[in-house]
């Protein structure tokens, strides 16, 4: 019979994802190009949809249970999914890797305007933005004051 304690898989690759985060930043950023790829816009962008959807997990499940963490963890949610917005927006007004033309802003509603993978950013930005509207009000993502009162 083993006397450690069973290990979580959240506690053991969260740290592994942010090591990779820090790792990346370390190695490209000092002596890479000024400005941010499409491709890395695209990867952030995807990384961050991950957060969001780890804290809507946790949010929902634990709000339930502990209210304060619940409302904390539903703030972290909005900023996230702000920030994956203010990506996305941002990859839209990044050139392009072939022609270094910038596409229209609404192009992306009418689907993939330049077609698969490269769009698969709006895909993935349409489907969290339905559970956003699911979850939050429009209240929650313009408020400028996250601190709750509840305690």
Do not use: K
Not at 19 to 29: E, G, I, Q, V
Not at 51 to 64: K, P, S, T
Not at 87 to 113: I, K
Not at 117 to 138: D, G, W
Request: aromatic letters at 4%.
């Amino acid at each position: 019979m083993s006397r450690t304690p069973p290990s979580t898989t959240a506690q053991d690759f969260v740290p592994f994802a942010t090591a990779a985060l820090d790792f990346h930043r370390a190695l490209n950023l000092p002596g890479g190009p000024l400005v941010t790829s499409r491709a890395e816009l695209d990867a952030l962008h995807a990384h961050l949809v991950s957060l969001y959807g780890l804290l809507d997990a946790h949010a929902v499940r634990v709000g339930q249970l502990l209210p304060v963490e619940g409302d904390h963890l539903r703030a972290a949610r909005a900023r996230v999914w702000q920030a994956a917005d203010h990506l996305h927006a941002a990859y839209h007004a990044a050139p392009r890797a072939d022609s270094g033309e910038v596409p229209e802003s609404e192009a992306c509603r009418a689907g993939l305007p330049e077609g698969a993978p490269e769009l698969t950013i709006c895909q993935r930005h349409q489907r969290t933005a339905h559970l956003v509207r699911r979850r939050t009000t429009p209240a929650d993502l313009h408020t400028p004051f996250t601190g709750l009162i509840r305690r």
